[in-house]
């Protein structure tokens, strides 16, 4: 007599290699599209450009002797600078081709790499700077990532997303490791050995920036037209012509789609876009003054300046400083892995708040350190919290706005953030003409948890409605 399905033993358990993988999203990565994964190659290009030109961009303008609180309003300049361009590139973005934008951003950091080779002269530094997106902070702040973002959004799976999110930025993260640790070595090896000056390095490191720049751009190239919102099929549009507008009562929460719906009738160009649905705004503003709350507390300390603290307040050598940042992004770039796995236990808010506030009290306690090793200590662990909190946010900003809105969106925050970074600049460049850098730090950690008590005050419920 054969056995029926009821007489079945119990299932084996997954192997535990198997349960690791699918834990850390590995299956996820694997099995995504190929344009993902050359927005995840793009990535790692201009973070690896990033990673050295932050640890060299204040000792270079210092090198062509403009001072610190020159310096201070060339970064706020440039973050300013980088909010209306990156206004405008995400928010016509979807009509323009987010290829399109992708491409011209590659071109224009490529023309800016290649000017602060050549060029002394401080306002064309910054126009360079904005128009190429010269990053102080190390982080994004042109139009790259609220794109890329959507565009993962739009390619994959809501039960994946926070999978791809977490090796999106694990894999910037080691590309921002590579730049600091190789920026460090180049440094002194070619000081040292070839007797370089230090100005000949870092214009010979701005060099490859625009060669990063370059083969970035060439990879947008293999990017396919399914990266866009307006690519429908003939099939598909007919529908649409024959279906009324969008219904009113559509959820809030809405799944991610591989072909996300767009109107009937494209928008016209106007400096402000279409009006937000009043669903969303309802969301995005609470948002944007704790994203602001949060990214002006990081703007007065960002990575240029905490490089230089190292270098001025411990007297630490550029390679030093250099391996100490690759380890702080290869902590990044672990924690990011568990950033997914926390998303998915804890929900994220909770998530968000649980590795973001004892990051921001590491901040505050690195300029009490009474040693450099103690210093450096409290840096790696606010490395190994920080970015934790970064796939949660990614996610719950796909979750809580339409899938038409989810690029304005991204973008709209994203400006948000980068205006708010831009205030801290200017005063931290007068702290350091008044060696009182380690005052940044403090307001930094103050911000970064006014952020955390605001996020868990104003959307707790959504820990609760949002899957995870």
């Known amino acids: 007599m054969s056995r029926g399905p009821e007489s079945r033993g119990p299932e084996l358990p997954e192997p535990a290699f198997k349960r690791f993988t699918k834990e850390i999203g590995w299956s996820s990565l694997v099995h995504s599209s190929r344009d993902i994964k050359i927005l995840i190659a793009q990535k790692v290009l201009r973070m690896i450009a990033y990673g050295q030109s932050t640890l060299i961009l204040v000792q270079f303008f210092r090198e062509i002797h403009v001072s610190d609180v020159s310096l201070g309003y060339f970064m706020t300049l440039t973050l300013l600078g980088d909010v209306i361009i990156s206004y405008f590139l995400t928010l016509y973005a979807d009509q323009i081709g987010r290829r399109h934008v992708l491409l011209l951003g590659s071109f224009l950091m490529m023309v800016s790499g290649i000017v602060f080779v050549f060029s002394d002269h401080f306002l064309v530094l910054l126009i360079a700077a904005i128009v190429g997106v010269i990053s102080p902070s190390g982080d994004e702040t042109g139009p790259f990532k609220s794109i890329e973002e959507s565009v993962v959004a739009h390619l994959t799976p809501t039960k994946e997303l926070s999978d791809i999110y977490a090796w999106y930025g694990l894999f910037g993260t080691v590309g921002s490791a590579l730049g600091s640790v190789s920026a460090g070595v180049m440094i002194d090896g070619l000081v040292e050995n070839y007797g370089w ?262 959307f707790w419920k959504y820990n609760r409605i949002i899957k995870h």
């Open 197 to 458: 000056t230090k100005l000949k390095v870092y214009r010979f490191m701005f060099a490859q920036y625009a060669v990063f720049a370059f083969l970035k751009l060439l990879l947008n190239w293999g990017l396919s037209d399914k990266c866009e919102l307006r690519k429908r099929s003939e099939e598909e549009e007919r529908r649409d012509d024959a279906i009324a507008a969008g219904d009113e009562s559509d959820p809030l929460l809405r799944p991610t789609d591989h072909h996300d719906p767009t109107p009937s009738q494209s928008p016209k160009f106007s400096i402000w876009g279409t009006p937000l649905s009043r669903k969303s705004r309802q969301v995005v503003w609470k948002l944007c003054i704790l994203f602001a709350l949060d990214s002006m507390g990081y703007g007065f300390m960002p990575i240029s300046w905490v490089v230089t603290y190292f270098l001025d307040r411990w007297k630490a050598s550029e390679s030093t400083v250099g391996t100490l940042f690759f380890f702080t992004n290869v902590l990044n770039a672990l924690s990011s892995l568990a950033s997914s796995s926390m998303y998915k236990r804890l929900g994220p808010i909770i998530a968000i708040v649980a590795a973001h506030f004892p990051s921001a009290m590491a901040m505050s306690f690195i300029p009490l350190a009474p040693n450099m090793a103690i210093a450096m200590a409290l840096l790696l662990f606010r490395a190994s919290t920080a970015v934790m909190d970064v796939v949660p946010r990614q996610a719950f900003l796909s979750h809580v706005v339409s899938a038409e809105e989810r690029t304005k969106v991204m973008g709209i925050v994203n400006v948000v953030k980068t205006l708010a970074r831009s205030v801290g600049p200017i005063f931290t460049g007068m702290f350091a003409e008044k060696n009182m850098l380690g005052f940044a730090f403090l307001i930094t950690g103050l911000l970064e948890a006014a952020h955390d008590m605001g996020m868990l005050t104003l």
